[in-house]
């Protein structure tokens, strides 16, 4: 157990829905990273929050949306979703911005 | 544009032997690097880091090689061991990179 918790493990939903994913990470740790791993690919930086705030966006579509709550946990909102959606999304907590990242075990989503 | 490069998408050794997987980056602003190692169905986990003042960093079985005017850095891996299998993230940040990038991964087989 890496302290990083990310549910659903699993999601299976059909193209055009909207889906929450959530990350709780881990204790101490102010920063949370959002990363998509589809196939073949590596690991696509999304977005990071550092305590509530947006601090860096990557990759994201304007179709997804993430927040970081005053609890530090954290949601990333897939809206309008396509095929191409489907991909394992990883969370990731650190102490800072300078550290080494924290994986939870992802979330594997799949749009049908 | 990939600035962390992993060209290798598989490696396969026998056990005992040496793993080398190797990664390349274009950004000279980078100055730090991580390597991740991933089973299926888990987060990637940290292995080894290095900072771009060192050339090598030495940890067990695992060194992390870095040659800057090459823009190369290598993970060694002696003895190979068949729980060494798995996929392998080279990461980089530094200069304007809040967040760590990464390669898109190296499968590690090491065959008993």
């Known amino acids: 157990d890496s302290g990083v918790t990310q549910t659903p493990k699993h999601l299976i939903t059909a193209t055009g829905q909207r889906v929450t994913l959530r990350c709780s990470p881990r204790?101490?740790?102010?920063?949370v990273y959002w990363y998509q791993q589809s196939l073949d690919q590596g690991l696509q930086f999304l977005i990071q929050?550092?305590?509530?705030?947006?601090?860096a966006k990557g990759n994201i579509l304007e179709r997804f949306s993430a927040q970081q709550f005053p609890d530090l946990h954290s949601e990333l909102n897939l809206s309008s979703l396509e095929l191409g959606d489907s991909a394992l999304y990883f969370c990731?907590?650190?102490?800072?911005?300078?550290?080494?990242?924290?994986f939870g075990s992802g979330t594997r989503l799949t749009v049908v | 544009d990939q600035q962390v490069k992993q060209n290798s998408p598989s490696l396969s050794v026998q056990e005992g032997r040496i793993s080398i997987l190797n990664c390349d980056y274009t950004?000279?602003?980078?100055?730090?690097f991580l390597w991740y190692k991933k089973y299926p169905a888990e987060g990637p986990t940290f292995l080894i880091s290095?900072?771009?003042?060192?050339d090598k960093n030495e940890d067990g079985r695992f060194t992390v090689f870095l040659n800057k005017s090459a823009k190369h850095l290598s993970l060694h891996i002696v003895p190979s061991q068949p729980g060494d299998s798995a996929v392998y993230f080279c990461?980089?940040?530094?200069?304007?990179?809040?967040?760590?990038?990464f390669g898109k991964g190296t499968k590690l087989s090491v065959k008993p």
């Open positions: 990731a907590s650190s102490v800072g911005e300078l550290y080494g990242y924290t």
């Open positions: 204790s101490g740790d102010l920063s």
């Open positions: 929050y550092y305590n509530g705030e947006e601090r």
């Open positions: 950004n000279s602003m980078f100055d730090y």
């Open positions: 290095i900072s771009s003042i060192k």
């Open positions: 990461a980089a940040y530094g200069g304007s990179q809040g967040n760590l990038i």
